[in-house]
């Protein structure tokens, strides 16, 4: 599905409480009831929340991601104003590395009109969408083919990426927890993502709003490591404090 506005403004206030009655979403959202349990079930039936009787809470895994068609419509529109303030941060003529996820896949798309980027990613999409960037080059990563999103992992991605050092990481995250540290699901890509982040000059992590306070069970990093965060709303507290004690440059599109 691809939720509507409301939806997810249900979901962030599911991600900020962890639960809620139908009742309290319904006072929250200014709807009625009936329209929470319908948005409800149909948001249970993504897979996006999970149901209890008279409420509905967060997922409770920290094992097992969403699946990719339904984090690919999570959200949409606020990914494409990511993609859209990363790429006008980008310079022409620079090198990148970019990961795995839905986010920097938008930015993939956003990045077709620049010029002289040289871009390594484990990524088969994004490498799909710039290819026809006739004025670019793409090189992929060796590895493991991830059948459910097309990523690359593994070992010989991890030693591949290390030849490489590069101006800009652009990454994507599943979680960023109050500690600071960014989370992942599978332990194989967030090798990768460590590579990645230990060969570039600057690391820019491009992450929407859902991804603040969501649990994933393998450790990326942490804030500290990232110089720039691009999200598409201002980040719940504490995460302004969070940031600027790790010296993070937000930018909100």
């Known amino acids: 599905?691809?939720?509507?506005p409301r939806q997810l403004l249900l979901l962030q206030h599911l991600r900020a409480y962890s639960s809620c009655t139908l009742e309290e979403l319904a006072v929250r959202l200014n709807v009625t009831v009936?329209?929470?349990r319908r948005d409800v079930q149909r948001l249970a039936e993504a897979g996006l929340l999970a149901r209890f009787h008279g409420g509905?809470?967060?997922?409770?895994?920290?094992?097992?991601n969403i699946a990719?068609?339904?984090?690919?419509?999570?959200?949409a529109e606020g990914k494409r104003r990511i993609a859209r303030s990363v790429a006008q941060a980008v310079p022409n003529d620079c090198s990148l590395l970019i990961n795995i996820g839905t986010t920097t896949e938008a930015i993939a798309r956003a990045l077709l009109q620049h010029t002289g980027l040289r871009v390594i990613t484990n990524n088969i999409n994004v490498a799909a969408i710039l290819s026809r960037n006739e004025r670019c080059e793409v090189i992929v990563a060796g590895g493991?083919?991830?059948p459910r999103d097309n990523g690359i992992v593994g070992e010989a991605t991890v030693d591949f990426i290390r030849q490489f050092e590069v101006d800009i990481a652009?990454?994507?995250?599943?979680g960023i927890q109050e500690d600071g540290s960014l989370r992942d699901y599978d332990y194989r890509e967030v090798k990768v993502s460590q590579a990645i982040i230990e060969?570039?000059?600057?690391?820019?992590?491009?992450?929407?709003?859902?991804?603040?306070?969501r649990r994933a069970m393998v450790r990326v990093g942490y804030l500290g490591q990232i110089h720039r965060l691009f999200t598409d709303e201002a980040p719940p507290a504490p995460f302004p404090d969070v940031l600027?004690?790790?010296h993070v440059r937000c930018d909100v599109s």
């Open 56 to 64: 509905a809470r967060v997922p409770n895994s920290t094992t097992e």
């Open 68 to 75: 990719y068609r339904q984090r690919e419509s999570l959200n």
């Open 144 to 146: 493991v083919v991830r």
């Open 244 to 246: 600027a004690r790790a």
């Open 34 to 36: 009936q329209t929470v």
């Open 170 to 174: 652009l990454i994507g995250i599943s």
């Open 199 to 213: 060969h570039a000059r600057e690391v820019w992590l491009a992450a929407d709003a859902s991804k603040f306070n």
């Open 1 to 4: 599905m691809n939720p509507n």
